[in-house]
């Protein structure tokens, strides 16, 4: 299909349900592609889906890389393709960048596990959601690579076993004129970053205080024995002007976080010494860092976010050339703590049964770049504990 333009798939709403209307159980495939991944000579298929009826792509044996428009109604991917980063599916060939655009009032129904490979796969498939509606099957768990929201809609609920329900293996991107909520819906996961960190990247909209929430806590990708792939620690990046929001303080994952644009909030106290979850995963994993950088900034916005005060952290903190901004009268522990070319805001620390003061040193702390640095009083109940 579509030598010359994309082919127009009209389809009406024969069974007058969300069922199939017209199912192609054949595979939709390039010709005479000399090599597949690059698409050199022959015909890339590409469609247009049209009309209010719902098209089922029912063969996990295309290989094409064309482009794919929604424009009405539902298109369904309804196959699973559970080998590692396949070269056919329902999508097509995952391993070439080709894009599905799902417009306005348009749904893309993803109605199976693993459409698009198993779980540790790398898909390079775009999918791009725009004024549309993303919908997976309850209880199921997909990777995906990049994605983009723009003014969409994304419908889950529950998990896939330890896959929990999404594997984003490539930037996430939100935009438009709404904020979102990645909310936990039955016990709902997310694993990220597990080939390579993955980035949310969060436009500033307008009129909105928090652009993006996630809820769902972070986890850890386990291993696919089946496949031969080890167990990898999932890994955060945030990036854009807007803020990120991490409101689930069951998260344990063991990676890396990397604020390298806009404001990453923290909002949950953990109650517990040495605890191994919270909003930034397992604080007591030595070797992983997070990181605000490049005018970012890094929100703590409640009391003991990594634990109770009297916690030993192994999380390394370093906050370089961005800031750290610290809710008044709260106090929290840090481990490792480097400032290079810092802001540190804070205003009055906490005091109940005694004063717990502003912060604490848990492990070394190290002061470098061009400017000085002057701890304040600020308010009230400004004491530092160290050691």
């Known amino acids: ?5 994309p082919t127009e798939l009209w389809v009406d709403d ?4 969300s069922a199939a209307d017209v199912t192609f159980a054949l595979p939709l495939m390039n010709t005479a592609h000399s090599n597949p991944v690059t698409n050199r000579d022959g015909i890339d298929t590409r469609f247009r889906k049209m009309g209010p009826g719902t098209l089922s792509l029912a063969s996990a ?5 064309g482009d794919v428009s929604v424009v009405e109604g539902t298109l369904m991917i309804a196959v699973q393709k559970h080998v590692l980063n396949p070269t056919t599916s329902a999508w097509g060939n995952t391993q070439a960048p080709h894009q599905f655009f799902i417009g306005t009032n348009a749904l893309l129904n993803v109605a199976t596990k693993d459409a698009m490979g198993q779980g540790a796969s790398t898909p390079l498939i775009e999918i791009v959601v725009s004024g549309g509606t993303l919908s997976q099957m309850i209880g199921t768990a997909n990777v995906y690579g990049p994605l983009t929201f723009d003014n969409a809609t994304l419908v889950y609920s529950g998990k896939d076993g330890s896959w929990g329900a999404f594997i984003f293996e490539g930037n996430v991107t939100f935009k438009g004129t709404n904020a979102y909520n990645l909310a936990l819906v039955n016990d709902s996961r997310i694993l990220c970053g597990c080939r390579g960190m993955i980035y949310f990247d969060v436009a500033d909209i307008l009129g909105t205080n928090v652009d993006v929430t996630i809820g769902m806590p972070i986890q850890d990708c386990p291993a696919w024995v089946a496949g031969g792939v080890p167990a990898r620690p999932s890994r955060v990046g945030k990036k854009g002007a807007g803020t990120l929001r991490l409101s689930s303080s069951a998260s344990t994952f063991t990676g890396n976080v990397d604020v390298a644009e806009g404001v990453l909030q923290l909002p949950i106290a953990v109650s517990g010494i040495n ?5 930034v995963g397992n604080p007591q994993v030595s070797g992983r860092q997070l990181l605000a950088r490049s005018d970012a900034e890094l929100d703590f916005m409640n009391k003991d976010v990594l634990g109770q005060f009297t916690s030993s952290i192994k999380m390394a903190t370093v906050i370089s050339n961005a800031t750290l901004r610290l809710a ?3 106090v ?9 070319n810092a802001k540190i805001i804070y205003q009055s620390g906490l005091s109940d049964s ?7 040193f848990g492990s070394n702390v190290e002061f470098d770049g061009a400017n000085a640095y002057v701890f304040a009083t600020e308010g009230n109940y400004d004491q530092f504990s160290l050691g």
């Open 1 to 5: 299909m579509g030598k010359n333009q």
């Open 14 to 17: 024969i069974t007058g349900d």
């Open 61 to 65: 044996d295309s290989d094409f890389t």
């Open 275 to 279: 605890v191994t979850s919270s909003c």
């Open 328 to 330: 008044d009268n709260t």
């Open 332 to 340: 929290n522990v840090f481990g490792p703590l480097s400032f290079y």
């Open 354 to 360: 005694r004063t717990w003061g502003v912060m604490g």
